[in-house]
């Protein structure tokens, strides 16, 4: 266990740190944009109530003058009060650039937004718009996703590197502009062009709308927890590595809790991160997972947290211990500082459900009440309290966990269902004509790949898929995306070598606007089984249901829950197992759906919908902004 000594800069550090962080919504909209280089938004109620002042001070106060001043008063106090639950717009300059970060006893070049590591917290209240100028200084090509916003009708907005979008090359910019249409809660952004949401993350935080209550007892303090992995090398490299030699990707050297991996690692114990919490005192926790590719455990040493949302949709609140998150994931917990006055470790590591190497550190960040004794008797040291973790591989303690979640009611789930689509996840091996080759350097000579219903995703070059498919551009994808597997076989059973590679393809499967899907995906054992997190663009789904081994459509529809199903924007297959899924196809565009896991995005564990348009202009894709970057 590690001996922690009181820092001397703790004081003025939690002063900093509460006035960041962990710092309640202000009342008044102006102070949302704190990052905001031209917030620009709230001019008009600043100079509405300046002007009255002004009336008050020199006009003489006759009675006609003050009949007059009574009336501007209620207009003022009308306009304010109007202003106040009118939707907001906010506007903010994402500049992508390059910025030497320190962490375990080295500095690297690391990609960032303005500078900053993890990036700029963004606050909006449900409704609000955002208008987001990326402007792309670094040498890589990027796009920004604000991952689980749905975007009705604005896929432009939605940054997934050559889905959506073209990539914004070095010295160019990209204005983002989507408005948040009735979802509250925790969200997310992230870089979505090859490595760089590594570095490159930050969270997205919806409020309800002034006046609308949460659906639990909001406290009056909230801290965003953003789990993320560090390399103790360039990401990116990594990654480039890994592409020209087929293998797996070097796992991540740490993990960390807002930028920070914590005690447990070299050179890492000054900039652990302390939360200061009054005793007696409840917060939110926000937590999301901004990992590339882990799966997390993570707890506070003896405290419960109650669960209260998960993916911004609110969940039945829950009492646990611990939660578990695949990366894309967040989960809102709320903890109550009731035990004794001292130093508590929150802490995360690895859910690891594959038969593959990974990172078996931990990450950890400190719960401190401000009683406690190392403050009241300067200098004196204390040991933080260890949380209690499951162990890596504690597959019954993620699926208990996940399976807990709940709607906090009665939801409208598709019943009649038009597209049933049943989808095989998975790795693969493309097999190699020299198997010695440093290009083949995967098992047994092969390259590794991932699939959905044997198809490896492909991006396209030429164009990102939705501006050929507006510009009604050919040759750029199919539409032949197959809804069932080509070939039966018992998928989490010991799969015959003939079936370990897939086809290389870029397959969309159309869908009419509205339709209502149910999507099973099964996970097969080729190579490992495993939890994919399967992410879907522009929509949310009901989770349904889940199982291990393969699905069975005569028995398993029947346990489905058509009550009260969570819903998200992202869920893993227990590894070996299936999970059900169910939406409404209300958002015409193309949406990628992939594994979060950025290693198996890379091999191709990914497909999209073409969401059609519906009738008329409210369900048909909006014309596409002018400074679209292209191809
Ligand atoms: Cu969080 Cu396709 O992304």
Redesign the pocket.
Known sequence: MVRLNCPKISKEKERKKESSMSRPFPLYPTSINRWSSWAISNTFKISYTTKAKKAMETHNLTVKQLYCCLLLGIFVIISFQASFSEAETHYHEFVIQAKPVRRLCRTHNTITVNGLFPGPTLEVRDGDSLVIKAINNARYNVTL?W?GVRQLRNPWADG?DRVTQCPIRPGRSYTYRFTIENQEGTLWW?A?SSWLRATVYGALIIHPKLGSPYSFPMPRREIPILLGEWWDRNPMDVLRLADFTGAAPNVSDAYTINGQPGDLYRCSKQETVRFPVDPGETILLRVINSGLNQEFFFAVANHILTVVSVDADFTKPFATSFIMIAP?QTTDVLLTADQTPGHYYMAAHAYNSANAPFDNTTTTAILEYKSAPCNANKGRSSTPIFPQLPGFNDTNSAIAFTSSLRSPSKVNVPLQIDENLFFTVGLGLINCTNPNSPRCQGPNGTRFAASINNVSFVLPTRNSLMQAYYQGQPGVFTTDFPPVPPVKFDYTGNVSRGLWQPVKATKLYKLKFGAKVQIVFQDTSIVTVENHPM?L?GHHFAVVGSGFGNFNPQTDPAKFNLIDPPYRNTIGNPPGGWVAIRLVADNPGIW?L?C?LDSHLNWGLAMAFLVENGVGELQSVQPPPLDLPQC
């Open positions: 996703h991952h997934p992230h979505h894309g992410h663009h990628l992939h979060h």
